[in-house]
């Protein structure tokens, strides 16, 4: 992907490169049949929560991370480098993260 993100995000957003099929090995199902979807994160806030005035834990740089996205909506602002499909979540909107391997 590079060595730097295509922008940068503020507070509890996450830049997220999206990917087209799940890791191996890993399967996250939803209760409510909605699509679970994965990416890559690129980029994130600094974790200040204003509403919250605290600093929440971010997901790590290169992290997987998995989302729901219902197929009626997309979940949080796209766009596309090169081909390629970004999104910028709210970090609320992240069900889980692990590390890349």
């Given at each position: 992907?590079?060595?730097?993100?295509?922008?940068?995000?503020?507070?509890?957003?996450?830049?997220?490169?999206l990917l087209s099929?799940a890791?191996?090995?890993?399967?996250?199902y939803?209760?409510?049949?909605?699509?679970?979807?994965?990416?890559v994160?690129?980029?994130r806030g600094?974790?200040?929560?204003?509403?919250?005035n605290?600093?929440?834990?971010?997901?790590?740089?290169?992290?997987?991370?998995?989302?729901?996205?219902?197929?009626?909506e997309v979940?949080?602002?796209?766009f596309?480098?090169?081909?390629?499909e970004?999104?910028?979540?709210r970090?609320?909107?992240?069900?889980?993260?692990?590390?890349r391997?």
């Amino acid at each position: 992907m590079g060595a730097l993100p295509p922008c940068q995000v503020y507070g509890i957003n996450v830049l997220v490169k999206l990917l087209s099929e799940a890791p191996p090995g890993v399967r996250l199902y939803c209760p409510k049949g909605s699509p679970i979807r994965y990416a890559v994160v690129a980029g994130r806030g600094d974790g200040f929560d204003e509403g919250a005035n605290t600093f929440r834990e971010m997901p790590p740089m290169e992290a997987v991370v998995a989302f729901e996205e219902t197929a009626e909506e997309v979940e949080g602002h796209y766009f596309y480098v090169s081909g390629e499909e970004f999104r910028v979540l709210r970090l609320d909107s992240v069900i889980l993260a692990f590390p890349r391997e």
